[in-house]
């Protein structure tokens, strides 16, 4: 079974989810090019698309990854690592 979360922009087509950072947002990328990264606010029922930089994106990656070594979610951590050096060679 797959754990990968993909979501339709209206202008960019097919996003897949990289990063979730808490219960509201998450990171997402095109599908193919990987150069465009989105922070996807979900709030009551809307979902907002925030375009955001590269450098940012890997900053609020590596940020969760921090917490999660904080609060010693190890499996979690090792999974986000692993998607994080794909994203991030």
Known sequence: MSNEIYLNHPTFGLL???CVLDE???IFTTLYAQRLFFLVKTMAQTVSF????R???R???ESRLRQLRRD???SEYTTLYAIYQRTFP
């Open 59 to 61: 900053l609020l990656m």
């Open 16 to 18: 897949y989810r990289v």
């Open 50 to 53: 925030d375009s955001i930089s």
């Open 72 to 74: 010693n979610s190890t």
């Open 55 to 57: 450098s940012d994106a």
């Open 24 to 26: 509201a947002q998450e």
